[in-house]
Structure formats: C-alpha cells, structure tokens
C-alpha cells in the first residue's frame, strides 16, 4: 500500500507564493511521475504540473511562468512552488504519483489540500 501526504495549503494575498509538498510513502519500488491536479468549485479537476522520472515537466499554461516543480527521489517527494498567485489558482490541490510496487505501475491520489487566494 502506498500513502500520498500532501502540506503546505492554506490563505495567501493575491501576488502572494506557497509552497506544496507531497511524500510518498510505503510499498514503493519505482515512481514514475508525481505532479500536482487542482479542482476549485463547479469545476473539473485539471492537471496543473507533472514532473517525470527524468526530470521532465509539464504545466498547464494558465500557472507557465509562475509555477514550479520539483522532487526529491530521495525522498519520495515532490514539491510545487506558486508565485504570483491569482485568485483563480483558488481550488483543492492534490497530488498524484504513478508507482510501482514491484509489479506493475498505479495511480495514487493524496487527500488533497486547499489553497484560496483572496484579500
């Protein structure tokens, strides 16, 4: 079995940075992509950033240049970095790793973790 963790949420100014983090724990041979969705209210979850086992990463174009990714293989851990942040960032962040026990690759989900941006 495997555990998503995530931290680092809460209220912030707009213009404002938080910092996310995400530790995967438990049954975990290999990680293939961590990354990071969002869901705000009325809306569907999108995906907002995903950084692959080599190091690749992807946002969506509404968080490019204020955003960042990163991970720690060390420690299971992946991190997003939000600068300039907008009210529409407003939403619940989850976070989501593709990990193998062993034996074949699974998607995990973390419990997610709110973000509002407001003055």
């Known amino acids: 079995q495997v555990q998503l963790v995530e931290s680092g949420g809460g209220l912030v100014q707009p213009g404002g940075s938080l910092r996310l983090s995400c530790a995967a724990s438990?049954?975990?041979?290999?990680?293939?992509?961590m990354g990071w969705y969002r869901q705000a209210p009325g809306k569907q979850r999108e995906l907002v950033a995903l950084?692959?086992?080599?190091?690749?990463?992807n946002f969506v174009d509404s968080v490019k240049g204020r955003f960042t990714i990163s991970k720690d293989n060390a420690k299971n851990t992946v991190y997003l970095e939000m600068n300039n942040l907008k009210p529409a960032d407003t939403a619940v962040y989850y976070c989501?790793?593709?990990?193998?026990?062993?034996?074949?690759?699974?998607?995990?989900w973390g419990q997610g973790t709110q973000v509002n941006v407001s003055s």
């Open positions: 989501t790793a593709l990990i193998s026990g062993g034996s074949f690759f699974q998607d995990y």
């Open positions: 438990g049954n975990i041979f290999r990680i293939a992509r």
């Open positions: 950084v692959g086992n080599d190091g690749s990463t």
